[in-house]
């Protein structure tokens, strides 16, 4: 039971560059999230989605685009990365509903920005 | 938009001290939930409050949701080297959507 995955887990990168990271959850859960994780800021929500084909921004969107042609997937892409973008990266999945709404959080990607 | 505020930032105690986090929202919330991470991992789920003036126990552990539903309260009785890591609560609003917003967490360490 894999649950909920992240990759990569480790990310150094360029200023410029284009960067995926990938989240993947074999619960089939409608819900998905994108967190970054920063000393003195805890947990901000970048995207979220409730189901495939449905997006919404967050806390702090900017420079960031999210997909999800799949209930499983969602893709977080850094379209030209920033030095400000260096930070861990946590995806987040939850069943949805008043019973079921806690959420489950991959391992984490820790990305740097060169 | 909504804010959730976390004190203390830190905490360090001695072992079999007892700890408490505190968190304030600047709007009033469906329900509040908290979350734990271990140094180097990630937040884990222990609890979601959802009653005016709940109160839940988990062995040593105790939440307490405010009356007006905007603040929040966790309790470490007798602390343990296991309780090392950061408590975040995380709110969610009174419209009750999926999105969650995290307190800024509160790192506890714990001096044996």
């Known amino acids: 039971d894999a649950g909920i995955t992240q ?12 960067v995926t990271l990938m989240c993947h959850q074999t619960w089939s859960h409608s819900y ?11 947990l901000r929500l970048i995207y979220y989605s409730a189901a495939a084909d449905i997006t919404d921004k967050g806390e702090v969107p900017d420079g960031y685009v999210v997909s999800r042609s799949k209930t499983e997937n969602f893709p977080l892409t850094l379209e030209s990365a920033t030095r400000s973008q260096t930070s861990v990266y946590f995806c987040a999945s939850s069943a949805g509903g008043r019973a079921n709404n806690e959420q489950f959080f991959g391992p984490g990607t820790r990305l740097t920005v060169l | 938009g909504q804010q959730v505020m976390q004190i203390p930032q830190y905490q360090h105690v001695q072992e079999g001290e007892d700890f ?6 600047s709007t009033t919330l469906s329900n509040i939930q908290w979350y734990k991470q271990r140094p180097g991992g990630h937040p ?17 552990l105790t939440f307490q949701f405010g009356e007006a539903k905007k603040n929040s309260s966790l309790h ?22 999926e999105k ?7 790192r ?4 044996p």
């Not at chain 2, 408490?20 to 929202?25: E, F």
């Not at chain 2, 009785?77 to 609003?93: E, I, W």
Request: a positive charge.
């Open chain 1, 7 to 18: 990759s990569p887990r480790y990310k150094i990168t360029e200023t410029g560059r284009q």
């Open chain 1, 32 to 42: 998905m999230f994108w967190y970054r994780q920063d000393l003195g800021h805890g």
């Open chain 2, 20 to 25: 408490t986090t505190y968190c304030n929202s």
């Open chain 2, 44 to 60: 884990v789920f222990l609890i979601q409050l959802v009653k005016s003036g709940e109160v839940k126990k988990q062995k040593r």
């Open chain 2, 76 to 97: 470490i009785t007798a602390t343990q080297t296991t309780d090392v890591g950061t408590y975040f609560c995380a709110g969610r609003g009174a419209f009750g959507n």
């Open chain 2, 100 to 106: 969650l917003t995290f307190g800024t967490g509160t």
């Open chain 2, 108 to 111: 506890l360490t714990i001096i």
